[in-house]
């Protein structure tokens, strides 16, 4: 089986090949740049997986790339993601986020290729979440507060309009948090372990900058959120949207602590109006029970776990020595 991944140097993308590699997968990955993606990058390098420079705003190079490969899966998950990116640039967020997977569909339905296609959605397509609603179900109204939030709905109904009109088999995921180790600083709980991490080496003084403790999020290993997206791959309904979730929910502040109580320092904590969000809702719970019912998917890694190994992986991006 040949897979492609849209945007496979990117965090959820670097975890997917290398699972699917061990699941004797052949992966093709797209990419900007050869020199995209930092250490992600390197990882992929050892694992046997092709890289493509390819632009996915552009159609043509999408066309001739999908011609080329013919994959039998793509899991396109390619995108703008950071959430205050698309407050600053939210023309960049929509375009890049639509075009691109446009592109993408559009020339599986030229070719009629049989490809099995997953669209990576969010859970911030949910947006506000009322208290009653809780935990959130794939029935639930969507109430986007952000452009990214934005940009991911038009995704989803777009996936759902080539389902229907040309039958490609699309499925759609709105995937609740997912954290673990290679995840970019500017996400909250990999910004928190590289804080302490540089605290730890003397790189910065012992304080930690924090935006909003209070809020609650559910929570997933990537690593889980991986194998769920290649059981939706392989038994999940064309057509269908899953949520992908824990069903249970962590404070931020609760996350720190746990983080902190891995690690000998005594830190002072600041709030940063900067890291604070023009809109937020208080809690957050997923409800993954349908994508569970039909493929038996349930989180496997404890949330301690990947708050260690999130935290050793800063501490070995600056030579810490863990003995």
Not at 51 to 65: Q, T
Request: proline share 5%; net charge negative; aromatic share 8%.
């Amino acid at each position: 089986m040949k897979a492609l991944i849209t945007g496979i140097t990117g965090f959820v993308g670097s975890h997917l090949a290398a699972f699917l590699r061990n699941e004797g997968v052949e992966v093709i990955g797209t990419c900007r740049s050869s020199h995209q993606g930092g250490d992600r990058y390197d990882a992929l390098s050892i694992q046997d997986v092709r890289l493509v420079e390819c632009d996915l705003r552009d159609a043509a190079a999408v066309d001739a790339l999908i011609a080329a490969e013919c994959p039998d899966c793509l899991f396109h998950l390619a995108a703008h993601s950071f959430i205050p990116d698309s407050w600053a640039s939210p023309t960049d967020t929509i375009h890049n986020n639509i075009a691109g997977q446009v592109n993408v569909l559009d020339s599986l339905r030229r070719h009629e290729l049989p490809t099995k296609v997953l669209i990576a959605g969010s859970s911030e397509e949910y947006g506000e979440v009322h208290a009653d609603e809780l935990p959130v179900s794939e029935a639930n109204p969507l109430r986007p507060m952000n452009p990214y939030a934005v940009s991911k709905i038009a995704q989803d109904f777009l996936a759902m309009q080539y389902y229907r009109q040309y039958g490609i088999p699309i499925v759609r995921m709105r995937t609740f948090n997912h954290i673990g180790p290679r995840q970019n600083e500017h996400f909250v709980t990999s910004s928190f372990a590289k804080q302490i991490a540089e605290i730890e080496e003397g790189l910065r003084q012992p304080v930690i900058y924090v935006g909003n403790l209070e809020a609650q999020r559910d929570f997933t290993d990537v690593r889980d959120v991986v194998r769920a997206y290649w059981l939706a791959i392989q038994h999940g309904t064309p057509g269908e949207c899953y949520n992908i979730a824990s069903g249970r929910s962590w404070s931020i502040g609760s996350l720190l602590k746990m983080l902190l109580s891995m690690s000998p320092i005594t830190v002072t904590i600041e709030q940063d109006a900067a890291r604070m969000r023009p809109s937020d809702v208080p809690i957050v719970i997923g409800d993954a029970a349908k994508f569970t019912s039909q493929t038996g998917w349930q989180p496997e890694i404890p949330i301690e776990t990947t708050m260690r190994e999130l935290l050793d992986y800063w501490r070995d991006q600056f030579g810490h020595d863990k003995e």
